[in-house]
C-alpha cells in the first residue's frame, strides 16, 4: 500500500526516469503503462496511486511492491514483495 506519510511520492510522469537507473538497459517505461496499472492494473493487481494537487501520484518503492506482486501472481505463488534499499 502506498504509504503518504513515509515514501517519498513523486508525480506519476516523473517515474519513468527513475526506473531507467535500476534497469539494466536503462530503458525507461512508457507513461501510458504505469496509466494503465494504476488504472486497469494486471493481473487484478493495481498500482497503488494518490491524487495530489490534482495530479495522480506514486511512490518508487510502490512500483517495486506492483513488480512483485505482479510477478507473483504471474508465477502462481504467494506475493512477496522484499524491499531492497533504493536510492
Known amino acids: ?3 503518504l506519510m513515509n515514501e517519498q511520492v513523486l508525480p506519476l510522469a516523473e517515474l519513468p526516469a527513475k526506473v531507467a537507473k535500476l ?3 536503462g530503458k525507461k517505461l512508457a507513461l501510458s503503462s504505469l496509466r494503465r496499472w494504476a488504472k486497469d492494473g494486471v493481473r ?4 497503488e496511486t494518490a491524487v495530489i494537487g490534482g495530479v495522480r501520484h506514486t511512490s ?3 512500483y517495486v511492491r506492483f513488480v512483485g506482486r505482479v510477478t ?7 506475493a512477496e514483495t522484499p524491499e531492497k534499499q533504493l536510492t
Open 1 to 3: 500500500m502506498l504509504d
Open 23 to 25: 534497469q539494466p538497459d
Open 44 to 47: 487484478g493487481i493495481k498500482l
Open 60 to 62: 518508487l518503492r510502490e
Open 72 to 78: 507473483a501472481a504471474r508465477d502462481g505463488r504467494p
